[in-house]
């Protein structure tokens, strides 16, 4: 089987954005409204030769269920079924309180965590993500999902990893 990379995040940080650029497809739902009912959150891809299953968490959603649960659930998918955990936040909002929710979930399982700092757009918004450090997740990764730029770099920590 397939290693299974797992990204997960609150809503809006642009997790949807890096999975479709990581399979090179428009399959996730690119969207701010958490909610809507999506089905093509697992693809497979590769990197540097090493192939991969990929799911993007918050594209799986619960009816009914607030924010905390989905969250909760997501990282239960994550720390489950994942080889390595890709958590994606936002340059541009700082370390917020549910960042600081999913780190803490995520801290406790035994499964390699990277953490991507999306929305780091310019070369100021790349410098200013040392704040994530906080969050106990080892070297922020600096990515825009717009630009494409640094996702080369959180993949090779990705296939390191396997
Ligand atoms: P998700 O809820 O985490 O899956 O986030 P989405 O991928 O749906 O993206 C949420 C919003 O952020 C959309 O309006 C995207 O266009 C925007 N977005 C995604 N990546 C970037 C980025 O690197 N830079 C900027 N400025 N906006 C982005
Ligand atoms: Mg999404």
């Known amino acids: 089987p ?3 990379v797992a990204i997960i995040g ?3 940080v642009g997790k949807s954005t890096l999975f479709n650029r990581i399979i090179n497809e428009r399959v996730a739902i690119v969207e701010d409204k958490p909610g809507v009912t999506r ?3 697992y693809a497979r891809a590769s990197w540097m030769g090493h192939q991969f299953s990929i799911i993007d968490t918050g594209g799986i959603t619960w009816e009914n269920s607030t924010i905390d649960e989905e969250i909760r659930a997501q990282a239960e998918i994550a720390i489950e079924e994942a080889d390595v955990i890709v ?3 936002d340059a541009s909002k700082g370390v917020t309180d549910l960042d600081e929710r999913i780190a803490r979930l995520l801290y406790r399982s035994k499964k390699p ?3 991507g700092i999306n929305k780091a757009d310019n070369p100021e918004q790349r410098a200013d993500i ?3 450090y906080s969050l106990g997740l080892g070297e ?3 990515v825009s999902g717009a630009h494409g730029t640094g996702l080369g770099d959180l993949l090779d920590k990705v296939v390191e990893n396997f």
Do not use: E, G, K, S
């Open 113 to 115: 965590v990277l953490l």
């Open 10 to 12: 609150q809503p809006n």
């Open 130 to 132: 040392y704040d994530f």
């Open 39 to 41: 089905d093509r959150n």
């Open 2 to 4: 397939l290693p299974v």
């Open 87 to 89: 958590m994606i936040a």
């Open 140 to 142: 922020p990764i600096p």
